[in-house]
């Protein structure tokens, strides 16, 4: 613990608060923490940029929350007096946890509730009539209860804190929170949180900060390679099918991983091909019901799966986009069944997420920045990989200048990888995708949607009786069983490259799967968090040229 960084005890917070800080086992406040807290307490506006994962969602709620308690120790009369406005519902559930849990020992003094969730206006009514403290809320919803004078701000309003202030914009919200600002108070604080200080955040500090103090914080917008390691290998179509079922048949990456692909049906059609090789993975998209959505997060942060297949949906559509410079294509959450208000590449906290794979590369820098910072968070170690077909290089290419503006380290190294030693699995790979039929998607993606419509319903209510019943259910559960054949679950010996076989660790079934992966987490618990330098085999994969003291020449071309 650095001698002469601020604490937590050190700043004036409540003793309630610091109780709660000592049980999330925080030994002390990130670098944002400690520089916008003390402003935030003396009254001040804030615009922070701050990089992913570093801590920004306590940077604001610690204050908040000092704020509301010392305002109640003259004004007991109940009030909204904070709202936190964030883009997405996952977010939303996000923050208000967050907030329960920094609220452990003074629940009574701050209530917190979240309304970003998709009910009728009406259930959410007697909540707000309420008059909770603190309001989570996208600001479609939020504006919808203003209007329906379901709660009033303009006099009790003290704090507004717009989270991942970067992305409301893009996500539609525009007209929405300019018209929410009218029925604020004239004075209050405001917090402006963001990973990236885009145009539309500029456009938003003008709105809404008065006076404020910038803090723009660490260089770069992601980790550092000490902690963060990024890749990209070029593979048009197939072999992005081919080499993601070797690095995980072969147990080649190791512990979570986030897939990340640009649309739904990608999302099918990957989960419905590594089904086949009895690869289980979650599907995470805008048309599953948020009850779900949310629900799969928790389980994936609880350790039930290990991998998850999200699209990123709510980026820009159009590759050109950062040329196109103040022409970005907004969100307008049009398509059949989709939720405007889903994302999960964007600010949702997913817990030890050891790889970010890009297999449909991302179609603008912020959103490349937003992905690959799902991993590497809160000072864990992580590695992103993206695969990039021949006609994304231009946007690699955009990323990487992005990246090295000023620090060289922080550029993607090529993913040595000799794409000529996995050959002998391109027969199954081909046999793989050609059962993925249009129709096998189209039937899967129903099928998916059916479920867990039935399971958020449940989600609402029953499993809050049944906390047992909320144990057992599973979102990685195959699609399509039919198409699965056994023999392809199996990986013989003769296919493994002998590059490899120090590293591959086949996995042959489910059953097996899961005994092995819990070996994994074994692994990455000790070799990833206590030594820096693990055995990931994504890192030791690479650059044959420089051959690691005791470790055969591994199959890369680099
Ligand atoms: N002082 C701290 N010490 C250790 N862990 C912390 C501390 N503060 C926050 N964390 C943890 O760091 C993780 C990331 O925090 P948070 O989600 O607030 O990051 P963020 O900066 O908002 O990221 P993003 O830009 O991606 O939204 C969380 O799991 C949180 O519990």
């Known amino acids: 613990m650095a001698a002469d960084r601020l604490q937590f005890h050190e700043m004036g917070l409540d003793d309630r608060l610091l109780k709660a800080l000592a049980d999330s086992g925080w030994a002390q406040p990130t670098l944002i923490q400690e520089k916008a807290i003390p402003l935030a307490l003396d009254g001040k506006d804030i615009l922070a940029r701050a990089r992913t994962g570093s801590g920004k969602t306590a940077a604001y709620a610690l204050p908040l929350i000092q704020r509301i308690l010392t305002s109640k120790e003259t004004v007991r009369e109940q009030a909204v007096r904070a709202v936190i406005l964030v883009p997405t519902k996952e977010l939303g559930h996000q923050v208000h946890t967050m907030i329960r849990q920094l609220t452990a020992y003074c629940a009574r003094d701050v209530r917190v509730a979240d309304i970003s969730g998709k009910v009728e206006l009406s259930v959410q009514r007697p909540i707000l009539m309420e008059k909770p403290d603190v309001v989570v809320g996208t600001p479609s919803r939020v504006l919808a209860h203003l209007s329906a004078h379901n709660m009033t701000l303009s006099t009790s309003l003290e704090i507004l804190v717009i989270d991942e ?31 990236t200080l885009s145009e539309d955040v500029e456009a938003l500090k003008e709105l809404v900060l008065h006076n404020p103090v910038i803090l723009k914080l660490q260089g770069s917008q992601l980790p550092d390679n000490s902690q963060l390691q990024q890749y990209s290998v070029q593979c048009e179509e197939v072999d992005k099918f081919l080499l993601l079922y070797v690095l995980l048949k072969l147990s080649l990456i190791r512990g979570k991983t986030l897939v ?21 993975a979650c599907v995470l998209n805008s048309e599953l019901p948020v009850q779900s959505r949310c629900h799969i997060i928790t389980q994936f942060n609880q350790g039930f799966y290990d991998c998850i297949i999200a699209t990123d949906e709510n980026t820009v559509d159009d590759p050109t986009v950062t040329v196109q410079k103040g022409k970005k294509k907004r969100n307008t959450g049009k398509g059949r069944g989709k939720d405007k208000e889903y994302g999960v590449s964007r600010g949702v906290d997913f817990h030890n997420v050891s790889n970010v794979i890009n297999f449909d590369f ?106 047992r019943d909320l144990q057992l259910l599973r979102h990685d559960k195959d699609l399509h069983p039919a198409v699965v054949k056994p023999h392809m679950k199996n990986v013989p010996e003769y296919l493994i490259p002998s590059a490899l076989k120090h590293l591959a660790n086949p996995l042959s079934c489910r059953k097996k799967r899961k005994k092995v992966n819990n070996a994994l987490h074994v692994v990455m618990k000790t070799k990833f968090k206590v030594s820096r330098k693990g055995s990931n085999p994504l890192k030791s994969f690479r650059h044959t040229g420089k051959k690691s003291k005791g470790r055969p020449k591994a199959s890369g071309k680099s």
Request: charged share 25%; net charge neutral; glycine share 4%.
């Open 362 to 467: 991302p179609h603008s820098v912020e959103s490349y920045i937003h992905r690959v910072g799902r991993t590497a968070r809160a000072g864990n170690l992580g590695t992103a990989l993206s695969f990039v077909s021949h006609t994304e290089l231009t946007l690699l290419a955009q990323v990487q200048d992005a990246l090295t503006g000023d620090n060289l380290d922080s550029a993607l190294k090529p993913y040595g990888f000799k794409m000529e030693e996995i050959e002998g699995f391109r027969y199954r790979c081909q046999d793989a995708m050609r059962s993925v039929t249009k129709q096998a998607i189209k039937e899967a993606r129903l099928k998916e949607i059916k479920q867990e419509l039935l399971n958020s319903e449940k989600l609402k209510t029953y499993f809050e009786d049944n906390p």
């Open 165 to 195: 202030a970067d992305l409301l914009f893009s996500f539609g919200f525009e007209s929405d929170l300019k018209s929410l600002l009218c029925h604020l108070p004239k004075i209050y604080q405001a917090f402006l949180m963001s990973a």
């Open 260 to 280: 990340f692909v640009d649309a739904v049906d990608r999302c099918y059609r990957l989960k419905l091909f590594l089904e086949q090789f009895s690869i289980p």
